[in-house]
């Protein structure tokens, strides 16, 4: 016997690395008193098969365009991603996408795991932690954002690779779980990513038959491999979570399969080698505690008293398998880039200007102005006109409809606008079909690949995408949606097709900005202030019916809409003692009402509101401007939930809005019915001044 260790063979490496994910998961759980270890300890040899083996990433640059994007769907397993991203030595990257020397996820990070400003939180954060492809922990988000990734992919290619230039090339893994497959919005994304033939999409499932209840059996017992056929994937099954090869087979099977999306399904066991927890769900969202953890470390022949540790060898092992490789594609690509410029300056550009989420000279060369007009148009033919020379203008912009396109007038006509479908990728309008949840998940899959994506449906079925728009707003992404039919001016569909508290509650979404135009001209304005946008998801509500276009040689103009709100008609001389406060469709409501009053002599001031997160971003100065706190004489009219106006007429204010849901009838019958005349508007007016 002699004290100095065979060297490992490259088996005992890949087993001594696959049990450091597991244990640094059980050991960050147990720490935190929080988390899921359980999967983690299941899917450790997955995602080390995945990332050391296959997958195409350069842990010293995290964000170079062309590596392979890996997507944690069932986030909740997040410890997956921090042991690997750690032992990856993964490196962080600013908001200024500079490279930092520093790690992404430290070993500290995990030891504070799930703490106060720890790189290693609850569930992967898009934006807090380097390496993190999309915010996942909502079941089925990320699957589903996953296939705007791989649409945006087969898009980029289509544009800018050429004959020896494979500028993009990169495949989209992802790990989802029972909880991801049974939700809805996995159905909708899976059955797109099928039909659009998306073959450099790759879901692994990990058929693990639990959940927080218990056995799936409890409520999921269909055959997910023949749904997935009937969507016209190409499945695959690996019996054996534990096996590296047979793992590692499946993966160069998805690889070689042309014209199909590929689910592997990965038969797996919840708390691999915990002796008493595993294949329950008491492994799936707790810490094991004490004694099962020291069983459990005894079964992976690890030292039972071992916390945090990574042995000797694995971080070298790592470096040697994705490390090498990926640093050999990134050095191999970013030479083919150099000539690619060298012969494509004006693609390449493209490519780079779209890495930073800058927009090309010119971007906004054209945009309709729209003359006086009292007739008008309504705001969604508007945005199609402006949506028509925003995109020819940005050749990266594009974007669909949940099948309303003809409604919502999203659809791009000019002439080689093309429809994306398996056999046209370069194509600019997006066919999402009836799913409206897929459509925003998948516009943040489009923007995360740094496209400038939009997605359209009716106001009312905003409802249906809220969980990814809200995403998009945790995600800080300059996503865009437009929803038209944005109020009463559905008439005759009624009210399950008139949205009334929608303004409001997103208005309540944190870092979501929500515009409601009043005339085609603001539309413009709004459009311009949205395309510069880079950290936030925007909301458009756009009427159905036509809307008076203002003569702006009469009323301010309408660049007012760049700070959310500002005053568009005065009394002569201005200092007013009303204030008539309206947004889209109600602001020619206002219009009408402030000439009555000025005739009586009273002098009031229209302020059109077509942003209230913009107006609330600007300064105090302003605000009193537009709002001067001295006039307490205040009428909001909104064709929506009044809730949440008082912020801006106070408590002597008044609401015109909806308290009730609408009503089938004709547009001008429900103007009526609810109040939304311009004598209602000016009789408020004067009762607030005592003047009635
Ligand atoms: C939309 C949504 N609903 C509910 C949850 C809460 N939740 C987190 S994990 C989980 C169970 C997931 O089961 P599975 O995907 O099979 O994960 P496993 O326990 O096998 O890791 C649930 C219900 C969630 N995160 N997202
Ligand atoms: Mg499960």
Redesign the pocket.
């Known amino acids: 016997m002699t004290n100095v260790a065979a060297p490992m063979t490259n088996a005992e490496l890949d087993q001594l690395s696959v049990n450091t994910i597991r244990t640094l998961s059980i050991d960050a759980v147990e720490r935190a008193k929080s988390g899921?270890p359980?999967?983690p300890m299941a899917l450790a040899p997955l995602v080390y098969t995945l990332w050391n083996r296959v997958m195409r990433f350069d842990p010293a640059d995290p964000i170079w365009p062309n590596r392979d994007r890996f997507v944690l769907s069932?986030?909740?397993?997040s410890m997956l991603l921090w042991s690997v991203l750690h032992l990856t030595g993964t490196r962080a990257v600013n908001a200024d996408y500079e490279r930092l020397g520093q790690p992404s996820v430290s070993l500290e990070d995990i030891r504070r795991f799930r703490q106060i400003d720890s790189k290693a939180p609850g569930h992967p954060e898009y934006h807090w932690v380097s390496g993190v492809e999309t915010t996942t922990?909502?079941?089925?988000q990320g699957v589903a954002t996953s296939v705007g990734m791989a649409i945006a992919r087969k898009w980029l290619a289509d544009r800018y690779n050429r004959p020896g230039f494979a500028i993009f090339d990169y495949d989209i893994y992802v790990v989802?779980?029972?909880?991801?497959l049974m939700?809805g919005v996995a159905s909708e994304a899976a059955s797109l990513a099928g039909h659009l033939g998306l073959d450099n999409l790759c879901w692994v499932y990990?058929n693990?038959h639990?959940?927080?209840e218990g056995q799936?059996s409890l409520a999921f017992t269909e055959d997910v491999a023949t749904r997935f056929l009937a969507y016209g994937w190409n499945v695959l099954r690996v019996g054996d979570a534990n096996d590296l090869d047979r793992i590692q087979q499946a993966l160069g099977v998805f690889r070689e399969t042309k014209g199909r999306p590929t689910l592997i399904v990965l038969d797996s066991h919840?708390g691999y080698g915990a002796p008493h927890k595993h294949d329950t769900?008491a492994a799936?969202?707790e810490p094991l505690g004490d004694e099962e953890v020291r069983l459990t470390k005894r079964s992976y022949g690890w030292p039972e008293d071992a916390q945090f540790l990574v042995p000797d060898g694995v971080r070298e092992h790592f470096a040697a398998g994705v490390g090498a490789r990926g640093a050999e594609a990134r050095t191999r690509w970013t030479a083919l880039f150099g000539s690619y410029r060298a012969k494509y300056p004006e693609l390449a550009s493209e490519i780079e200007q779209m890495q930073r989420r800058d927009l090309p000279a010119g971007w906004d060369r054209s945009l309709p102005v729209f003359p006086a007009d009292a007739k008008g148009i309504a705001g969604r033919d508007a945005s199609g006109k402006v949506l028509n020379v925003l995109a020819q203008n940005i050749p990266w912009l594009l974007g669909g409809s949940a099948d309303l396109g003809p409604s919502n007038k999203t659809t791009l006509t000019y002439e080689g606008a093309g429809s994306f479908q398996a056999g046209s990728p370069g194509g600019k309008n997006l066919h999402f079909g009836i799913r409206e949840h897929a459509m925003a998940a998948i516009v943040n899959g489009l923007s995360l690949s740094k496209l400038r994506a939009f997605g359209a449906t009716f106001f009312i079925f905003s409802d249906y995408a809220r969980?990814a728009i809200r995403l998009s707003a945790l995600m800080e992404l300059p996503t865009i949606f437009v929803f038209t039919h944005d109020a009463m001016g559905d008439g005759e569909d009624g009210p399950t097709h008139q949205p009334v508290e929608h303004l409001a509650s997103l208005r309540a979404m944190p870092g979501l900005i929500t515009l409601r135009p009043g005339d085609a001209n603001e539309v413009v304005e709004a459009y311009r202030y949205v395309m510069q946008l880079r950290h936030e998801p925007a909301v458009l509500a756009l009427s159905r019916q036509p809307l008076p276009t203002l003569d702006r040689s009469v009323y301010a103009a309408a660049t007012g809409v760049a700070r959310g709100a500002y005053v568009l008609a005065d009394p002569p001389g201005g200092n007013p003692d009303v204030i008539l406060i309206a947004s889209g469709s109600e602001l020619s409501l206002a219009v009408e009402a402030h000439g009555k009053l000025l005739a009586e002599g009273i002098r009031a001031r229209v302020v059109s509101m077509p942003s209230w997160e913009i107006f609330d971003h600007q300064t105090q100065a302003y605000r009193d401007s537009v709002l001067p706190p001295t006039v307490k004489a205040r009428v909001a009219i909104e064709q929506a939930s009044t809730f949440g106006w008082e912020r801006y007429v106070g408590s002597s204010g008044h609401v015109i809005g909806m308290t009730t849901s609408g009503a089938s009838a004709p547009l001008k019958a429900l103007q009526k019915k609810f109040g939304f005349e311009p004598d209602r508007v000016a009789a408020f007016a004067k009762e607030l001044l005592g003047k009635r």
């Open positions: 899921h359980g999967t069932n986030g909740h397993a922990g909502p079941l089925g989802c779980g029972d909880g991801c939700e990990d693990n639990i959940t927080i799936t919840i769900a799936h969202g969980p």
